[in-house]
C-alpha cells in the first residue's frame, strides 16, 4: 500500500469515530494549550524582569541600615545623615553617585482633590539620574533648592494627571501635609513593577523633608550609581568601611552571637542575576507541568488506539489475508495516532495564542506580565507532540500488524 493510501484509511479511521476521536484530541489539545501558554507566561515574566533592570540600570547599588535581622543592637536614634553622602561622594572613588532617599506616606491635595496616605519619597537631587528618570515637563529641583529646603517637588505621570488632569501642573501649587509645594517639573512615564508604584508618587528634597514634613526624622537608605558594574564588592567594601567609621555607636557583628553585618547592601545586577536564574527555574518548573499534562493525553492516545484495535480486528485479519504487509497495518494506526495529535496539537496551539492575547490585554493592575509566544515554544510543543504520537502509538499499532490472518478472522 502506497504512503497516500496508508494516510487516506488512517483518516477515514478516525472521521468514523467523530466523537471519540474528539475526545482523545481534547487531552493532546488541553496539553499543547498547557505548554504554550505556561511557556508564554514565563518568556513574558522573564522580559518583564529585563525591563526593570534595564530601566534601573545594571549599575544602581543601594544601603540600608537592618535593625531586625542582624542582631547587632543599633540605637533607634541612630540613621543616615546628610553628611554621610556627602563623605562617600569625597571618599569613594568607585561610587559616580550617591543619594540619601526617604520613603513617607501623606496626604497630598489640589484644591478638592485628595490622595490619602500616597507615596512621597524624599531624595537628593543625583537620585534623578541614579534611577534614570527624564523630564517631561519643567525640570527637577537643585541642590540649592534642596540646601535651602525649597518647598518645590516633582509628579510622577500619573500623579499630574489625578491631580491636574490635562491641564498644566508646573508653576501651579500642591498641599503636601498641609504644607504648600510648588510643582517645578513632571517627569516621564516609567512604569510600574511588581514591588514598585514608579509612576505613582510625588518626589521632594530630602532637605525640606527633614525640616518642614513632620515624621522624617532620618534617611532610611542611600542609593549609589557605579562608575562601573563590575566595582561593586569594591564599592560596597568602600561604603561599609565608610559608615561604620561615621556610625561608632553602630557596633560591629559579633559572629559568636549569630550577628551579621548591620550595613546591608543591595546591588542591581546581583538581582538580576538571581532573577534571571529564577526566571530560568520557573521555565523549567512549567515546561514539566505541561509536559505532563501532555503525556497524560499521550496515554489516552494509547488507550483509544488500543480500544481501535481490538474493534477493527476482523478488518485487520482480512486485510492481512489479502496480502497487507505487517509494515502497511503498523503504518496505518501509527499514522491515526500521529494525526490526532496533530490536529489535536494544531487546535492546542490556536487555543493557546488567543489565550496569551487576552492575557496580554489586562489591565496593568492585575500585575501579569503580558505572555510571549515564541516560536521556539511553537516548535517545541509540535516536536513533543508529533514524538508523543509516535510513542503512544508505536505500541498498539505493533500489536495490530502482529496479528495472526486467521484468528483476526474468526473474532468475535
Known amino acids: 500500500m502506497l504512503f497516500w493510501e496508508i494516510i487516506v484509511v488512517a483518516i477515514r479511521g478516525i472521521v468514523a469515530n467523530k466523537l471519540r476521536t474528539g475526545l482523545t484530541m481534547l487531552g493532546i489539545i488541553v496539553g499543547v494549550g498547557s505548554v504554550i501558554v505556561l511557556l508564554a507566561y514565563s518568556a513574558g515574566t522573564r522580559e518583564d524582569m529585563l525591563k ?9 547599588m543601594g544601603c540600608w541600615m537592618d535593625r531586625w535581622s542582624s542582631g547587632v543592637p543599633i540605637p533607634q536614634t541612630e540613621s543616615f545623615t546628610l553628611d554621610d553622602t556627602a563623605a562617600i561622594r569625597a571618599s569613594c572613588p568607585s561610587i559616580d553617585k550617591v543619594s540619601a532617599i526617604q520613603e513617607l506616606e501623606a496626604n497630598v491635595s489640589r484644591n478638592t482633590i485628595e490622595l490619602d496616605a500616597y507615596s512621597v519619597i524624599a531624595i537628593e537631587p543625583d537620585w534623578t539620574e541614579i534611577s534614570n528618570y527624564q523630564i517631561d515637563q519643567g525640570r527637577f529641583f537643585t541642590d540649592d533648592e534642596n540646601l535651602m529646603r525649597e518647598r518645590v517637588c516633582v509628579l510622577a505621570s500619573m500623579t499630574k494627571e489625578a491631580l491636574f488632569f490635562s491641564a498644566p501642573a508646573v508653576d501651579e501649587f500642591i498641599t503636601i501635609d498641609g504644607k504648600r509645594f510648588k510643582v517645578v517639573g513632571t517627569y516621564k512615564p516609567v512604569g510600574n513593577s511588581r514591588w514598585e508604584s514608579h509612576d505613582e508618587r510625588v518626589l521632594i528634597p530630602i532637605g525640606t523633608a527633614m525640616d518642614r514634613v513632620s515624621g522624617v526624622n532620618g534617611i532610611g537608605s542611600l542609593n549609589f550609581r557605579l562608575h562601573d558594574p563590575s566595582m561593586s564588592e569594591r564599592a560596597e567594601e568602600e561604603v561599609r568601611r565608610l559608615l561604620h567609621e561615621r556610625h561608632p555607636r553602630v557596633p560591629l557583628p559579633d559572629e559568636a552571637k549569630g550577628q551579621t553585618e548591620p550595613f546591608r547592601f543591595w546591588n542591581a545586577a546581583e538581582w538580576q542575576a538571581r532573577r534571571e536564574e529564577s526566571a530560568r527555574t520557573l521555565t523549567i518548573f512549567l515546561g514539566v507541568v505541561g509536559f505532563t499534562s501532555l503525556l497524560i493525553g499521550g496515554v489516552g492516545v494509547m488507550n483509544i488506539m488500543l480500544v481501535t484495535v481490538q474493534e477493527r480486528t476482523r478488518e485487520i485479519g482480512l486485510r492481512k489475508a489479502l496480502g497487507a504487509t505487517f509494515s502497511s497495518v503498523m503504518n496505518q494506526f501509527l499514522l491515526e495516532s500521529i494525526v490526532i495529535c496533530m490536529l489535536g496539537g494544531l487546535i492546542g496551539t490556536g487555543i493557546a495564542v488567543l489565550a496569551c492575547r487576552m492575557i496580554a490585554r489586562l489591565p496593568e493592575e492585575s500585575q501579569i506580565p503580558p505572555p510571549i509566544v515564541t516560536p521556539m515554544a511553537i516548535f517545541v510543543a509540535a516536536s513533543v ?10 505500541y498498539p499499532a505493533m500489536r495490530a500488524a502482529g496479528q495472526d490472518p ?3 478472522l474468526r473474532f468475535q
Open 406 to 408: 486467521i484468528r483476526a
Open 385 to 394: 507532540t508529533v514524538a508523543i504520537g509516535l510513542f503512544f502509538g508505536v
Open 52 to 60: 526593570d533592570f534595564e530601566r534601573w540600570g545594571a549599575n544602581r
